[in-house]
Nanobody, 117 residues
Framework: QVQLVESGGDLVQPGGSLRLACAASGSISNFYAMGWYRQAPGKQRELVAVIISGGGTHYDNDVKGRFTISRDNAENTMYLQMDSMKPAEAAVFYC???????????WGKGTLVSVSS
C-alpha cells in the first residue's frame, strides 16, 4: 500500500509562485513514476508534470519553463514549484505514483490552488 498526501495549496496572485508537496509513505521503495495532475472545475483531470524513477521529467507544454517537478528521496517527498501562475491554472492538484511492482496508480486526495487577485 502507498499513501500520498499533498500539501501547499493556497491562494496566489496571478504571476505569483507556489510550491506543492506530496509526501509518500508505505511501500514506496520501487516506483516507476510520480507526478502531478490538476483538475479545474468542470474540466477533466490533466497531467501537469511527471518524474521518472531514473530522474527524467516531462511537462505539459503549457507549464514548461514555469513549473519544476522534483523529488527528495531522503524525505520521500515530491515537489511542484509553480511560478508565473495564471488564473486559469486554479485547480485541485493531485499527486500520483505508478508503482514499479504492479504498475498500479496511487492517488492523493488533492490540494486546492486558487489564482486570483
Amino acid at each position: 500500500q502507498v499513501q500520498l498526501v499533498e500539501s501547499g495549496g493556497d491562494l496566489v496572485q496571478p504571476g505569483g509562485s507556489l510550491r506543492l508537496a506530496c509526501a509518500a509513505s508505505g511501500s514506496i521503495s520501487n516506483f516507476y513514476a510520480m507526478g502531478w495532475y490538476r483538475q479545474a472545475p468542470g474540466k477533466q483531470r490533466e497531467l501537469v508534470a511527471v518524474i521518472i524513477s531514473g530522474g527524467g521529467t516531462h511537462y505539459d507544454n503549457d507549464v514548461k519553463g514555469r513549473f519544476t517537478i522534483s523529488r527528495d528521496n531522503a524525505e520521500n517527498t515530491m515537489y511542484l514549484q509553480m511560478d508565473s501562475m495564471k488564473p486559469a491554472e486554479a485547480a485541485v492538484f493531485y499527486c500520483y505514483m505508478t508503482h514499479g511492482d504492479d504498475g498500479r496508480n496511487y492517488w492523493g486526495k488533492g490540494t486546492l490552488v486558487s489564482v486570483s487577485s
